[in-house]
């Protein structure tokens, strides 16, 4: 990370190492995880990092960096847009292979080869390792599970819930996702959908997923049991919001997003005793123009 911090590479042989590795260990992974908290343990949930490494190794400064006992859920979109994408991804991997069993993550809609053509991260790789590297990133990002489940009461995933009625929770685990992400279906609106204040559901203007109001959740939540939803995808001026009645909660990990939001970052601090999230704020730290 002082190399990343510096502005330096990781030699090409090391960073196909890590890869590789995360790569094949994603692939025995559900597509739903089941994370086990005790009473007295604590986690933190994170949201959009997008390629904002400085501010990412802020996190870890304030929070605490991933040890054996401070486990990460990072919740998609570490990459695109920001301009250290690379450093971001390949440090989230390289403590997913240190701390496999507490060191989560998700996938987002931007762990997609099209979202990354479009977005700046292909471009990125490009620039700073062998064109080849991209395909291997992208076979990462087909293998990173698309939610997690914490004690069988509070989901978490990128995006949102279902343009369809009766999802249960077995229907995410059963979800084959190693592959771009479709237009339609279950996985689509994992990483896509967004919630909304008004009651049913309404189209998505971002042409994928769609727009959930707070009854779409209470009945999906009474029909798995779950408590609440927690899901990033959304820049919010504090970093989160509560919405839907405490029902489903945003969180956003990138300030000062694309560097002229404005906007806090913040995370989730969660408690296993009693399932209750503490967000946590904060504001963007400088960072140098990149270098490519």
């Known amino acids: 990370m002082k190399t990343f911090k510096a502005q330096g590479r990781l030699h090409e042989r090391y960073a196909c190492k890590i890869l590789l590795q995360v ?4 692939s025995k992974v559900p597509s739903l995880v089941d994370i086990t908290l005790g009473k007295d343990e604590t986690f933190t949930i994170c949201g959009d990092i997008h390629g904002q490494f400085y501010d990412l190794m802020n996190i870890f400064e304030i929070n605490g960096f991933p040890s054996p006992s401070k486990g990460y859920l990072f919740n998609g979109d570490f990459v695109d847009r920001g301009a250290f ?3 971001c991804a390949l440090t989230l991997f390289a403590y997913k292979l240190l701390y496999p069993d507490n060191f989560h993550l998700a996938r987002g809609n931007h762990e997609s080869s099209a979202m990354n053509a479009l977005y700046g991260f292909e471009k990125e790789v490009n620039a700073k390792y062998p064109s080849w590297m991209a395909r291997l990133f992208a ?13 069988g009461k509070v989901l978490v995933l990128h995006g949102g819930l279902f343009s369809e009625e009766g999802v249960t929770l077995n229907d995410i685990r059963s979800i084959e996702r ?10 689509s609106d994992i990483l ?5 204040e008004e009651m049913g559901r ?5 042409g994928a997923g769609v727009r959930f109001g707070p009854d779409v959740t209470e009945k999906f939540l009474a029909s798995n049991e779950l408590k609440y939803i927690i899901r990033s995808h959304e820049a919010k001026s504090e970093g989160y919001e509560i919405g839907q009645g405490g029902k489903c909660l945003t969180v956003f990990s990138a300030p000062n997003y694309r560097d002229v939001m404005g906007n806090k970052g913040a995370f989730i601090r969660f408690r296993g005793k009693d399932l209750m999230a503490e967000f946590v704020t904060f504001e963007a730290v400088r960072h140098p123009e990149p270098i490519n």
């Open 178 to 187: 190693n592959r771009e992400p479709p237009e339609e279906g279950l996985m």
């Open 23 to 26: 790569g094949e260990l994603f």
């Open 202 to 206: 309404s189209p998505s203007g971002r």
């Open 85 to 87: 994408s690379v450093e």
């Open 192 to 196: 896509w959908s967004d919630p909304q």
């Open 139 to 151: 076979m990462v990002f087909n293998q990173l599970p698309l939610a997690h489940c914490f004690n």
